[in-house]
C-alpha cells in the first residue's frame, strides 16, 4: 500500500491529485486485501482501470485507489463458439488479440473502445450497433458491501445491462473476470474489418491528444437527421461549442464530444467547459446532457 500518489499520471486526461492511499491489484486476493484495509479505516474506495472516461479532481481522493492490473488470459473451445475468460485489467483490444489467436472472431467493434475490460462491463461499452453485453456470459464480482468479503459469479441474468449502465455501476460492484462468448470464424477477414474499423475511429475523433473519451451520453430523442440527431457531439456541434476553450480545456475540432487537455487543464476546467456545454445545448435543444465520463 503506498501514500500520497498522485493520479494524473494513469488517467488518459493527465488530470487528477494524490491518492491518500494506492495499490496496484493482480489478483483476487489483493482485491480483498485492498477492500479490507478500506473498510478497517473508513475509508471510501475506487477501482482506477485503465484511466479513461473518468475525471478526477485536482484535489486528489481521499481514499484507497486500487489500480487493476489483472490480466490474466484463458480460452475454452464450445464447439462452433469459444469463451474467451478475460481478467478485467486487459484492454478491449488485447482481448479480441488473444481471441483472433484461438480462432474466434466477432469483438472487431468493441476492440477498438479503449480502456480496460473492467471499465467496458461497469459502463456497457458499446460502438456502432454492438453492445458488450450481447457477447457477456457471466462477470466475477466482489461486493464491497456483503459481511463477509468473497468473490461470486453473477451470470447475465444478474448484470442488469442496459445503456452506459450496468449492476457493476448501480450497486458498485468489483468486476474481476469474465466470460466473453465469441464464435469461430475467418481471423484473417476479422483482423481487416478490426484495422478498417480503427482507422473509422482515428479519422472522426481526435486521437493522439489528451482525452476521456465521450464526455456525455447520447439522447433518446432524434433531435436531427439520421442516427446522428441523437448523438451528444451532434448537438455540442449544433450549438457552436466546437473548438470552444476555457482555461487549458477544449472542445475538440473535429468531434464535438471530446474534451481535450491542451496541457494544462485542470479538472475545473473540464468541468466548466462541460457546464457551459450541458446550458448551451439546454438552450438550443431543451435536453439535459448526461456525463458518460466518471467524476471522482
Same mark, same amino acid.
Given at each position: 500500500?503506498?501514500?500520497?500518489?498522485?493520479?494524473?499520471?494513469?488517467?488518459?486526461?493527465?488530470?487528477?491529485?494524490?491518492?491518500?492511499?494506492?495499490?496496484?491489484?493482480?489478483? *483476487?486476493?489483493?482485491?480483498? !486485501?485492498?477492500?479490507?484495509?478500506?473498510?478497517?479505516?473508513?475509508?471510501?474506495?475506487?477501482?482506477?482501470?485503465?484511466?479513461?472516461?473518468? /475525471?478526477?479532481? *485536482?484535489?486528489?481522493?481521499?481514499?484507497?485507489?486500487?489500480?487493476?492490473? #489483472?490480466?490474466?488470459?484463458?480460452?475454452? @473451445?464450445?464447439?462452433?463458439? =469459444?469463451?474467451?475468460?478475460? @481478467?478485467?485489467?486487459?484492454?478491449?483490444?488485447?482481448?479480441?488479440?488473444?481471441?483472433?489467436?484461438?480462432? $474466434?472472431?466477432?469483438?472487431?467493434?468493441? &476492440?477498438?473502445?479503449?480502456?480496460? /475490460?473492467?471499465?467496458? +462491463?461497469?459502463?456497457? &461499452?458499446?460502438?456502432?450497433?454492438?453492445?458488450?453485453?450481447?457477447?457477456?456470459?457471466?462477470? *466475477? $464480482?466482489?461486493?464491497?458491501?456483503?459481511?463477509?468479503?468473497?468473490?461470486?459469479?453473477?451470470?447475465?441474468?444478474?448484470?442488469?445491462?442496459?445503456?452506459?449502465? !450496468?449492476?457493476?455501476?448501480?450497486?458498485?460492484?468489483?468486476?474481476?473476470? &469474465?466470460?466473453?462468448?465469441?464464435?469461430?470464424?475467418?481471423?484473417?477477414?476479422?483482423?481487416?474489418?478490426?484495422?478498417?474499423?480503427?482507422? !473509422?475511429?482515428?479519422?472522426?475523433?481526435?486521437?493522439?491528444?489528451?482525452?476521456?473519451?465521450?464526455?456525455?451520453?447520447?439522447?433518446?430523442?432524434? %433531435?436531427?437527421?439520421?442516427?446522428?440527431?441523437?448523438?451528444?457531439?451532434?448537438? +455540442?456541434?449544433?450549438?457552436? %461549442?466546437?473548438?470552444?476553450?476555457? =482555461?487549458? &480545456?477544449?472542445?475538440?475540432?473535429?468531434?464535438?464530444?471530446?474534451?481535450?487537455?491542451?496541457?494544462?487543464?485542470? #479538472?475545473?476546467?473540464?468541468?466548466?467547459?462541460?457546464?457551459?456545454?450541458?446550458?448551451?445545448?439546454?438552450?438550443?435543444?431543451?435536453?439535459?446532457?448526461?456525463?458518460? $465520463?466518471? +467524476? $471522482?
Amino acid at each position: 500500500m503506498q501514500e500520497n500518489i498522485e493520479l494524473s499520471k494513469y488517467t488518459s486526461f493527465r488530470i487528477g491529485g494524490p491518492a491518500s492511499f494506492f495499490v496496484e491489484a493482480k489478483t *483476487d486476493a489483493n482485491f480483498l !486485501s485492498a477492500l479490507n484495509f478500506s473498510r478497517e479505516h473508513n475509508l471510501p474506495f475506487f477501482v482506477l482501470g485503465g484511466g479513461t472516461n473518468i /475525471l478526477i479532481n *485536482d484535489q486528489g481522493f481521499k481514499g484507497v485507489v486500487i489500480r487493476n492490473q #489483472s490480466k490474466n488470459l484463458s480460452f475454452e @473451445d464450445q464447439g462452433e463458439e =469459444g469463451l474467451v475468460i478475460a @481478467d478485467t485489467g486487459n484492454v478491449l483490444a488485447m482481448i479480441n488479440q488473444f481471441g483472433n489467436k484461438n480462432g $474466434v472472431v466477432g469483438f472487431e467493434k468493441l &476492440a477498438t473502445v479503449p480502456g480496460t /475490460l473492467g471499465g467496458a +462491463i461497469y459502463n456497457n &461499452a458499446h460502438w456502432k450497433d454492438d453492445l458488450l453485453s450481447k457477447h457477456i456470459k457471466w462477470v *466475477d $464480482v466482489i461486493d464491497p458491501t456483503d459481511k463477509e468479503l468473497k468473490v461470486k459469479r453473477l451470470d447475465i441474468t444478474e448484470l442488469d445491462f442496459k445503456y452506459d449502465s !450496468s449492476v457493476i455501476k448501480t450497486k458498485n460492484l468489483i468486476a474481476l473476470r &469474465a466470460g466473453i462468448l465469441l464464435f469461430k470464424g475467418d481471423v484473417s477477414k476479422s483482423k481487416k474489418i478490426y484495422a478498417e474499423y480503427v482507422k !473509422s475511429r482515428t479519422e472522426s475523433q481526435p486521437y493522439g491528444t489528451l482525452n476521456s473519451g465521450c464526455m456525455f451520453q447520447n439522447i433518446s430523442q432524434n %433531435l436531427g437527421p439520421g442516427n446522428h440527431g441523437t448523438s451528444a457531439g451532434y448537438l +455540442i456541434d449544433q450549438a457552436g %461549442l466546437k473548438g470552444l476553450k476555457i =482555461g487549458g &480545456a477544449q472542445i475538440s475540432e473535429k468531434h464535438g464530444n471530446f474534451f481535450i487537455n491542451t496541457g494544462n487543464a485542470s #479538472s475545473d476546467d473540464i468541468l466548466k467547459l462541460a457546464e457551459t456545454c450541458k446550458a448551451k445545448v439546454k438552450e438550443k435543444f431543451g435536453v439535459e446532457l448526461e456525463f458518460e $465520463v466518471k +467524476i $471522482v
